[in-house]
């Protein structure tokens, strides 16, 4: 798909979509529950419907009516097959469930999904004696999982850690998990726990980054409303800080999302050329970068694990950005963006089939007109997004 732009301003008030990252967890917990629960305020991103096939796998039934899901745990057909798609948070969630069964199992997806770093369960299967094994057909994983002590490292992802808070309360026996520092995407462990917590689960972090999980536990099924995103939240805010008038609405303020940082970090854009720890917010790293070219500089620290997205986003970035007269350092764990005089790119820009990129790159190209190829990435998180920005007044047309 390409997206053509017209230069124009943003307008107008527009809500939030639904967290996908809450969406996950809230639908891995129904799926995982005692009985049926409901999830209300979902939305369909590509990301959410690969959790829902996850959802299917584990032998829960999905019903979907508008924007809720009815999941019935054991009403379905269990499945040693796990189609994720290209959803990382999907794969890295759902191999610990498969860790718990005594058959093996299969998760598939896209090529370039199947690349992106799973050392830290590699390693775990091979310390505890399970199989892990990539093949052709996707990736082949076999239990059973015992309880223990299971120290990993924190400064991959932090979903293999949300994977294993999610499989440890059914293990056998108690266990604990500590996370080996420095750690990265913090906030995003403390969402896990408090997803888990109101599902009646028993997490008990007795020192930093470090959890006492008893066994045998039981979720309590229940009803909940996803929050708003503050992830997808940050793409039209940021028309504020080039000349528009947005207000985004649905927003909790008081929510456990990490990327609500972008509240605090925007007015350090206006102000100057700040320094931005980008290790606990990489979704956020290609809007920043955007807006530190179209602004006054700004520089990434903690970029590192850039490399291990959709995309290598430091880089590909950099790559486009060049297309419009920005220049970017990009570094092993440090990126800087200089100012510039932002031009309209003479050549398409590419998504590189990432969605965050192509929503930090529509916000610059409506500024300067041009087009972005490779649009249709938006639909792994926000399905709808071009429709949004012309309800702000955005002048964008599909192909």
């Known amino acids: 798909m390409i997206a053509r732009f017209s230069p124009s301003t943003a307008r107008g008030t527009i809500a939030a979509p639904p967290s996908k990252t809450l969406a996950h967890r809230e639908l891995m917990a129904a799926a995982l529950s005692e009985g049926p629960s409901a999830v209300s305020g979902v939305l369909f991103s590509q990301d959410v419907l690969a959790t829902l096939d996850c959802v299917r796998s584990l032998g829960a039934a999905v019903q979907i009516d508008g924007d809720r899901v009815r999941i019935g745990p054991g009403q379905g057909s269990p499945s040693s097959l796990f189609p994720c798609r290209e959803s990382g948070s999907t794969l890295r969630f759902f191999l610990p469930q498969a860790f718990l069964r005594e058959t093996e199992s299969v998760f598939t997806g896209s090529e370039r999904l199947l690349q992106r770093p799973l050392g830290v369960y ?183 694990r850039l490399k291990m997205k959709e995309s290598d986003r430091g880089a590909v970035m950099a790559e486009e950005l060049a297309k419009c007269g920005i220049r970017c350092d990009v570094g092993e764990d440090r990126i800087e963006v200089y100012p510039g005089e932002v031009k309209r790119p003479g050549i398409p820009l590419d998504a590189h089939n990432d969605h965050r990129a192509a929503m930090a790159l529509s916000v610059l190209l409506a500024k300067t007109g041009g087009e972005l190829t490779g649009a249709e990435a938006v639909n792994k998180s926000w399905p709808g997004y071009f429709d949004a920005l012309r309800s702000l007044g955005i002048e964008v047309d599909l192909t």
């Not at 028993?202 to 909940?224: F, K, S």
């Not at 503050?230 to 909790?252: E, M, Y």
């Not at 100057?272 to 070219?293: E, S, T, Y």
């Open 122 to 304: 590699e390693d775990l299967c091979r310390e505890r004696g399970l199989l892990f094994r990539r093949d052709t057909d996707g990736i082949h994983v076999k239990g059973p999982l015992g309880p223990g002590l299971f120290r990993i490292r924190g400064d991959v992802s932090s979903q293999f850690v949300t994977g294993l808070l999610f499989a440890l309360p059914f293990l056998d026996g108690d266990s604990v998990l500590e996370l080996i520092l420095p750690a990265v995407s913090v906030p995003y462990l403390r969402l896990t726990a408090e997803v888990l917590k109101r599902a009646g689960a028993e997490i008990e972090e007795c020192a930093p980054l470090t959890w006492r999980i008893p066994g045998r536990q039981v979720l309590h099924a229940r009803d909940v409303t996803v929050e708003g995103d503050w992830s997808n939240a940050a793409f039209p805010d940021a028309f504020n800080l080039t000349g528009g008038d947005v207000t985004v609405t649905g927003l909790d303020p008081e929510s456990g999302q990490g990327d609500r940082a972008y509240r605090r970090i925007y007015p350090l854009l206006r102000e100057g050329c700040p320094v931005v720890d980008a290790k606990d917010i990489p979704d956020l790293a290609p809007v920043l970068m955007v807006l530190g070219g179209m602004l006054r500089g700004v520089i990434l620290t903690g970029t590192a």
